[in-house]
């Protein structure tokens, strides 16, 4: 046994440290040093993008687009995207966009269950799209503004729900909803100073919780067929009854037609009686002789046998052709 062990200290290895040379390191220190206060005494806004410069943490200016350079480690920039479309998307997650979407698997079921005024509940998604049109605004006035204005959708969106029935949500309030969820989101923008501006508020999908959706198709189908039942019927009312008017018009316009027509011609016969008798009474003789010669002009063209005989004969018998009336001549 080693002589030391009665001690209680074993034996520490040996270390050996590298050689540094601190003269090469006091040499490029000043070549180091300038390199960092070059590349950090400049930056670049992206066109997009404004900066909003601070020393030593206030503000002091906004920079806009290019290339820019500041104090190093005195100023720091904070880049803000003011042209950029920004969105926020609640009850579900796009992983992916494009033509074929992905979307998040977990479940947001928090912020989108939202209680109806009918007391029922509905699975509302909805994306939200805004610009920020003042970067001062956005970046000091209001401390986590992006959960901030998260916390903000989800308010108002549970407020303007919560004034309407199951049925306005899923079916035609949806766009009203959407409006008066972008009004009071706007609003309530302005009163944060958040520095935001809405523009657009979309309803995405509206749903009825999984446990009772086939209850709300049923309803949904039942409600369907009988508006389908109301159009045909509405459909049949209006194929029958305006042929009805109309076939019940034309035939009063066929009436009082023929009465105008009857009275007007009996007006034109007691006219035609009264000049008559007014004639005849001035000269009752030539009257009778007119009124028979113009009876005997429309009687005499319609008999096809006419004899012409004398007033003051006796008879007929010897003008008669008796034979030819024999043999079928006329």
């Known amino acids: 046994m080693n002589g030391n062990s009665g001690t209680g200290q074993s034996e520490m290895p040996e270390i050996k440290l590298p050689n540094i040379d601190f003269g090469k390191i006091r040499k490029f220190a000043p070549i180091l040093l300038a390199l960092i206060v070059i590349l950090s005494s400049y930056y670049t806004i992206d066109p997009e993008e404004v900066g909003l410069v601070l020393q030593f943490g206030k503000y002091v200016r906004t920079a806009e687009p290019g290339l820019h350079f500041k104090i190093p ?23 992916k966009a494009g033509v074929q979407s992905r979307f998040s698997s977990k479940p947001y079921g928090e912020e ?69 969820v972008q009004e009071g989101l706007q609003n309530l923008c302005d009163q944060y100073e958040t520095g935001i501006r809405v523009e657009q508020v979309v309803l995405k999908d509206v749903n009825p919780p999984d446990p009772v959706k086939p209850s709300f198709n049923e309803v949904n189908e039942a409600q369907q067929e009988r508006s389908k039942l109301i159009n045909q019927a509405q459909s049949e009312y209006n194929k029958v009854i305006p042929r009805a008017r109309g076939e019940a018009l034309q035939t009063i316009q066929e009436a009082e037609g023929y009465a105008l027509e009857r009275v007007n011609h009996a007006r034109g016969d007691s006219a035609l009686f009264t000049s008559i008798y007014k004639s005849y009474a001035k000269a009752p003789e030539v009257t009778r002789q007119r009124m028979y010669l113009e009876t005997m002009g429309k009687v005499l063209p319609k008999v096809d046998r006419k004899v012409v005989i004398d007033g003051n004969l006796k008879s007929v018998l010897p003008l008669l052709n008796l034979d030819g009336a024999k043999g079928g001549d006329r």
């Not at 308010?155 to 409006?179: C, P, Q, S």
């Open 73 to 95: 480690f005195a100023e720091t920039v904070k880049k803000v995207p003011v042209q950029r479309q920004l969105k926020a998307e609640f009850g579900f997650r796009t992983v």
């Open 112 to 180: 989108s269950n939202i209680l109806t005024g009918d007391l029922n509940s509905a699975m509302v998604e909805w994306v939200v799209q805004y610009r920020i049109v003042d970067p001062f605004k956005y970046i000091f006035k209001v401390r986590a503004v992006d959960e901030t204005f998260r916390d903000m959708n989800e308010a108002v969106m549970r407020k303007i729900v919560g004034d309407r029935t199951i049925n306005e949500v899923l079916t035609f309030g949806r766009a009203e909803v959407a409006m008066q």
